[in-house]
């Protein structure tokens, strides 16, 4: 990665939010790969996130998985880019005071010892920076997204089948009751 004065880390300008109201596929990472979603209680806030957006903020959710320290999700809706930083913002507030009642040291150190230099204002940091906002053009492509998100916890070999995986969108697409209601019929 280079760094050129006075402008932003140029690996992160590939993935940007466009104004478009097109579907985006969204990956947020745990600062370090840390497993804090091993926790279903931390799992719980992002889904409680997420049906804020859907309900009150007009984002529509069309896939996601959480898994052990990533989520990938399928968006679109005003001001996405914005709303997935509001998401980004709440959740690791949240999390990171569920921790504090729980006494999760060793996991609270880990999140300040991999916090940037640059966050001072912050003692831990919860998210890596970005979120790799790939803009969906096609049927085709929003398909291997989501075949893509329903099958991570099956390729870390975690289930078998990947409507066994409580923390995606998988159930839902195949008619079942999920823990997220999903557009599962966006074209």
Not at 22 to 44: C, D, G, M, R
Not at 126 to 150: R, T
């Amino acid at each position: 990665m280079f760094q050129h004065k006075g402008r932003r880390n140029v690996a992160r300008t590939r993935y940007r939010f466009s104004s478009e109201l097109k579907p985006f596929f969204i990956t947020n990472t745990v600062v370090a790969w840390l497993a804090a979603f091993s926790y279903p209680q931390h799992a719980e806030i992002l889904i409680e996130s997420w049906r804020f957006l859907q309900n009150d903020r007009g984002i529509v959710i069309m896939g996601w998985v959480i898994m052990e320290n990533h989520i990938h999700w399928i968006a679109a809706g005003p001001d996405l880019g914005k709303r997935v930083g509001e998401f980004k913002s709440y959740t690791a507030k949240s999390i990171l005071r569920c921790m504090e009642r729980r006494g999760y040291e060793t996991l609270l150190q880990e999140l300040s010892f991999y916090k940037l230099k640059h966050k001072t204002g912050q003692q831990h940091q919860f998210w890596q920076e970005g979120s790799h906002p790939q803009v969906i053009e096609s049927d085709e492509v929003a398909w291997q997204k989501i075949e893509y998100i329903h099958n991570n916890p099956l390729r870390r070999g975690y289930v078998d089948d990947p409507t066994h995986w409580r923390y995606s969108s998988a159930r839902s697409y195949a008619g079942q009751p999920g823990l997220l209601d999903v557009c599962v019929d966006w074209r």
